[in-house]
């Protein structure tokens, strides 16, 4: 199971899809059997299949799925720069999004907008897609009754690509041998600035209070969708979750304060430090799950109070010698055989258990969170309610 990064439930609560990004697949777990299953790709990195059957179709590095209410699968086929559908009736894919170049080029038609590594997808309750256009830095809403996409946030200029230059590989996927996960603990900056406030100066995202598109998205990667249809967006750069309010328009940070690492639990969680987000999701209370994906935990925000605390992992990546794993920094391989490694500890209290850069979340009917384990090549799961 090669990097499995995002996870959905379908609407029956029967499978658990997942996309598997180091092989280029869509695959599928019964979850009264837990027998797995082939949906979409054929393991090669291309773009190929569109009117025929999905699982005899090409994709290059799919980043997310998620289900409209019809119970169709949209794939976020982020290496070809498009969303595909998977219409599950008759198994057959098409594209609904991007005409597979990059590059940002307004508003219009969907299959005639540009879409630029896109790297999540999600529904309301309308059945809208919201689409995390990654290295565009906007939010996207694909309407299928018109066909179109908007952009709902995000606006990024040539002075912002210059000051963003240094921060190359962001979301370098790394797969060689028995190379699990990426290692960023020997910053030096060989990948980002030192991520600290004596380094980047982040003044330019500290923007709460703005209207959406006025607002700068520094690495967004994931996306979710409130019981209110208000849009929450994981910016992984600045190392908080953004709620953009679709009544007014303006955007608030929810979680997070912006410069990376782990300060604690059992306070705001607009006053607690996250280290590199890449998944939310929401129960059906309102309670806020959160992959802190560097600082190798999950965080629950409360409904209501705002506070912020750890559901699962420890802290540690699960290798003695991999220090704190940063979202800033050179890249290593962490060796899947390593006589330092540690005890992951399933069946233990999920507090207790070693959780390496969780990935995607998904909540099924019967309160199982999913949680993809991105440092593992795992997806394991935690009893909620």
């Known amino acids: 199971m090669p990097l499995p990064v995002s996870v959905a439930v379908d609407p029956e609560g029967k499978y658990l899809y997942f996309a598997e990004s180091g092989s280029d697949r869509v695959r599928r777990i019964e979850l009264a059997t837990g027998i797995i299953g082939h949906v979409a790709?054929?393991?090669?990195?291309?773009?190929?299949?569109d009117g025929g059957p999905a699982a005899e179709a090409g994709l290059y590095l799919p980043l997310g799925v998620a289900f409209d209410s019809k119970g169709d699968l949209y794939i976020c086929d982020s290496g070809c720069n498009r969303i595909r559908r998977v219409e599950m009736k008759s198994g057959r894919i098409d594209t609904v999004a991007g005409t597979g170049e990059f590059g940002f080029?307004?508003?219009?038609?969907?299959?005639?907008?540009?879409?630029?590594?896109?790297?999540?997808?999600?529904?309301?309750?309308?059945?809208?897609?919201?689409?995390?256009?990654?290295?565009?830095?906007?939010?996207?809403?694909?309407?299928?009754?018109?066909?179109?996409?908007?952009?709902i946030a995000g606006t990024w200029s040539k002075e912002d690509d210059d000051r963003d230059s240094p921060l190359i590989a962001k979301n370098l996927v790394v797969l060689s041998g028995d190379a699990i996960g990426i290692d960023f603990s020997d910053d030096h900056g060989w990948l980002r600035p030192e991520c600290a406030p004596s380094g980047v100066?982040?003044?330019?995202?500290?923007?709460?209070?703005?209207?959406?598109?006025?607002?700068?998205?520094?690495?967004?990667?994931?996306?979710?969708?409130?019981?209110?249809?208000?849009?929450?967006?994981a910016d992984k750069g600045s190392n908080r979750i953004r709620k953009i309010d679709m009544q007014t328009g303006v955007v608030t940070t929810v979680a997070g304060a912006c410069f990376y690492g782990y300060d604690g639990d059992g306070?705001?969680?607009?006053?607690?430090?996250?280290?590199?987000?890449?998944?939310?999701?929401?129960?059906?209370?309102?309670?806020?799950?959160?992959?802190?994906?560097?600082?190798?935990?999950?965080?629950?925000?409360?409904?209501?109070?705002?506070?912020?605390?750890?559901?699962?992992?420890?802290?540690e990546s699960g290798y003695k010698d991999s220090g704190a794993m940063g979202g800033c920094g050179m890249a290593k391989f962490v060796k899947a055989v390593d006589k330092d490694a540690i005890k992951h500890g399933d069946g233990r209290v999920a507090v207790e258990a070693v959780v390496n850069s969780p990935a995607g979340l998904?909540?099924?009917?019967?309160?199982?969170?999913?949680?993809?384990?991105?440092?593992?090549?795992?997806?394991?799961?935690?009893?909620?309610?």
């Open 41 to 49: 790709g054929i393991g090669e990195t291309c773009y190929s299949g």
């Open 105 to 151: 080029n307004g508003d219009g038609p969907a299959r005639e907008v540009n879409l630029t590594y896109p790297s999540a997808v999600a529904f309301d309750s309308r059945d809208r897609l919201f689409i995390v256009d990654a290295q565009a830095h906007r939010i996207r809403m694909y309407d299928p009754e018109t066909a179109r996409i908007t952009s």
């Open 201 to 233: 100066d982040m003044r330019v995202y500290l923007d709460d209070g703005k209207p959406a598109p006025d607002v700068r998205f520094h690495d967004p990667v994931a996306v979710a969708i409130d019981a209110n249809d208000d849009v929450y967006v």
């Open 267 to 315: 306070k705001p969680a607009t006053q607690a430090m996250l280290n590199a987000p890449e998944a939310v999701v929401f129960d059906p209370a309102g309670h806020m799950y959160i992959s802190d994906a560097m600082n190798h935990r999950v965080r629950r925000v409360e409904q209501g109070t705002g506070i912020i605390s750890t559901i699962a992992g420890t802290g």
């Open 362 to 385: 998904a909540l099924d009917p019967q309160g199982f969170l999913y949680i993809c384990e991105r440092g593992e090549n795992k997806i394991r799961r935690l009893k909620l309610y």
